[in-house]
């Protein structure tokens, strides 16, 4: 008897508990602008460590990661996690914005002008995995600009196989162009294939299981870049994991579009 009423109780609770997708985020918005080092030298990369939503645990792990490749460049870089830093005069001092795994509503109305103005004028945003992944996000123009798709979701982590498909960028010219990896398969709304859009490489998902779901047939891109007015973006849904971020084949790729964001000769698209 005491054995039903506890099983009972948990599958009870069980129900009760939200799903991750269920998960309701109340999103905090700053308003104080960061102390940007005034010795800082300009341009300068901007990371920008923030979530309103879901939130990676390996954030931290991914912006050592970029600073270690800036820093290995002599690149200057700067980290915040105050969507603040989108003010006129501070992002005058950055020409690369990397979006590190950010999720959820980020910015004020105020600041989301400031941040499109930025991009339009020429910036170029580098969008790390999870800052493609929100789903039900709440600024269309991010979703269908920035990222140029919607996440719908992802099957549990396993073995697939990326097919480069464009060589020719910094971002994919040291890769393999057959490369397995062990990842997070992010799925989109629609296909982001299109004018003004760079595919850089696909998934295959005969090499792994989308679940029917999730399935998005033979034409599956997993990183591209997008002309937005004078600049623009690069996504890779690529990264989950925090071994990806020690993984020099990994990390060559991640050099790559930083390389391809602060040079504005390469082309955007």
């Known amino acids: 008897m005491f054995r039903t009423f506890m099983l009972a109780g ?13 998960t309701q985020y109340t999103p905090v918005f700053d308003h104080t602008a960061p102390a940007v080092p005034r010795e800082l030298k300009t ?5 920008l460590s923030k979530a309103n939503a879901f939130r990676h645990k390996n954030m931290a792990v991914v912006a050592t990661a970029v600073k270690n490749i800036a820093t290995g460049r002599d690149w200057p870089v700067y980290e915040t996690d ?15 914005v990397v979006l590190n795994n950010t999720t959820g509503d980020l910015f004020t109305p105020a600041q989301r002008i400031v941040f499109e103005k930025w991009i339009e004028k020429g910036g170029r945003v580098v969008a790390l995995h999870g800052a493609g992944g929100t789903s039900n996000h ?4 991010y979703v269908d600009k ?27 010219r040291p890769l ?6 062990n990842d997070e398969w992010y799925s989109f709304d629609r296909n982001p294939r299109g004018p003004g859009v760079r595919i850089l490489a696909t998934v295959d998902e005969t090499t792994y299981d989308p ?26 849904a690529l990264g989950h994991q925090d071994a990806d971020w020690s ?11 930083l390389e391809w964001a602060r040079d504005r000769k390469q082309k955007v698209c």
């Open 10 to 22: 948990l599958i009870l609770l069980a129900s009760a508990a939200p799903t991750v997708a269920q």
């Open 43 to 47: 341009p300068a990369i901007l990371i």
């Open 82 to 96: 105050s969507a603040a830093v989108m003010d006129v005069k501070l992002m005058k001092r950055f020409n690369v």
């Open 138 to 141: 709440p600024w269309p123009w």
């Open 146 to 172: 920035v990222i140029g798709a919607g996440f719908t979701g992802h099957p549990k982590i396993q073995n697939g196989t990326i097919r480069i498909e464009d060589r020719h960028h910094p971002a994919t």
């Open 176 to 181: 393999p162009a057959s490369w397995p990896r």
């Open 211 to 236: 679940t029917d779901k999730l399935r998005m047939g033979a034409d599956h891109p997993i990183m591209w870049t997008r002309c937005l007015g004078k600049g623009g973006a690069f996504f890779t």
């Open 247 to 257: 993984d020099p084949v990994f990390l060559s790729h991640i050099e790559g579009a």
